[in-house]
């Protein structure tokens, strides 16, 4: 009970204490009293992502709303009142804040979605699915490679958590061939969490925190769909090898022979046709940004008005959006707003001495960091409290130039992000396996920590590799 009460009473109680402290009592030299507001919504934030008392988009709206109050122009007048004297420091703009509910991040997720949701009512990925399974055979070991290839693909187009469900129910038949102490049946249920996991950071819109890590990617660390996807794809690819090897050596099925019977086939209708159509022509505009001069945010609202002239996607389609991650995505935005513009991130930053440190020990702190926590709660949560820190770390670290600099550190940490996946509560594909039954908590965190610490090695290979040969950086 004591336990219930505390989720509660520690997410309210230390942002306050923070509020009632004196700025002598904080660490930094020049600190503002607008910068000890945004630590306190900062700690809130945090500790309601970790303790959840409510819905993880619901703090993404406490924050914006309290931003609204606390750090506006606009904001209550009691917020305002010593905002001559010259330890206030500067207020934000309120229209600044609440266009992070419109940034162009969230644009981009929203095409997403539509996009999805689009090939989900036409069947365009069951009917994918279909096509691209039949090379596999009915060995077991090539089959389950067939549908971690697939799951990879759909997630980075798709949302992880709908790939996962979808590919769980064609395999729900599947499952049940296995006996039933065959390792098989934990291979095939753990096979798609892990590589809808990996897939996501395939694409900028397949997971959030990559669309977190690109709010930071701008300028002359800009970074385009397409270039994403070079470095990206390659490192799906080989973490999907590793992880279809490891799966099928720690949990070999007995099952000599399986059969996948997925029923379908392509619709021919007219909305069909403009689905399968548009969904091409988007990717392709994506990954050809160079050649027609849109970005990808640009592009990214092509489909939701081909879908919504066309009738496509309806009002009744549009409640199923998946509104509570743009809202969570929003109010990471707006933290990372908080922190940069307050100058609060760069002042934290130059406070510790990181020059002094290696660049290794501080690239490689930074991602097992944000392994580590992503273990533990959301990853978009993870991301939207590290990725400013990362940031402002990045742009003031010299040593860090020679490995790629900012660029190196945020992507670094985003892949860290979405390769925390040891646990069932680390990420909704892993719920959805758990929930089958037929993979135990012990087994999914022996893959996971596995796969989790390779990848961020390889991540830190591939991205210095790039940097190197000139593509990023």
Known sequence: MIRHYLKYIIPIMVPLLVLALPLSAFPFDGLTIIQQRVIAIFLLAALLWVFEPIPIYATSVVIIVLELLMLSDKGLVLFRLNQSAPEFGGLLHYSDIMATFASPIIMLFLGGFFLAMAATKYRLDVNLARVLLKPFGQNPKYVMLGLMLITGVFSMFMSNTATTAMMLSILTPVIAVFGPKDPGRIAFALCIPVAANIGGIGTPIGTPPNAIALKYLVGENLITFGQW???????????????????????????????????????????????????????????MGSLHGMNSYTVALMPVAVFS??????????????????????????????LDKTGLAELMVNSIPFDQFSPYVVLFGAAFLCLLMANFMSHTATANLLMPIMAALGASMASLV????????????????????????????????????????????????????????????????????????
């Open 402 to 473: 020679p490995l790629g600099g900012e660029v190196t550190l945020i992507l670094v940490v985003t892949f860290a992000a979405s390769l925390g996946m040891s646990l069932p509560i680390s990420t909704p594909p892993n719920a959805l396996a758990h929930a089958t039954g037929h993979v135990q908590s012990s087994q999914m965190a022996r893959i996971g920590v596995i796969l989790g610490v390779v990848g961020v090695l390889l991540s830190f290979v591939m991205v210095w590799l790039l940097h190197v040969l000139g593509h990023i950086g």
């Open 309 to 338: 002239v066309t009738g496509i996607i309806n009002k009744e389609d549009l409640k199923k959006i998946s509104w509570d991650v743009l809202w969570l995505v929003s109010g990471g935005i707006a933290l990372g707003l908080a």
């Open 229 to 287: 996807m070079a470095f990206g794809v390659p490192f799906v690819i080989i973490l999907m090898t590793l992880a279809w090897f490891l799966i099928g050596f720690m949990y070999k099925a007995e099952q000599t022979q399986i059969e996948l019977s997925i029923k379908g086939k392509f619709l021919k209708t007219p909305k069909a046709l403009v689905v399968y159509a548009t969904f091409a022509v988007t990717i392709i505009m994506w990954l």
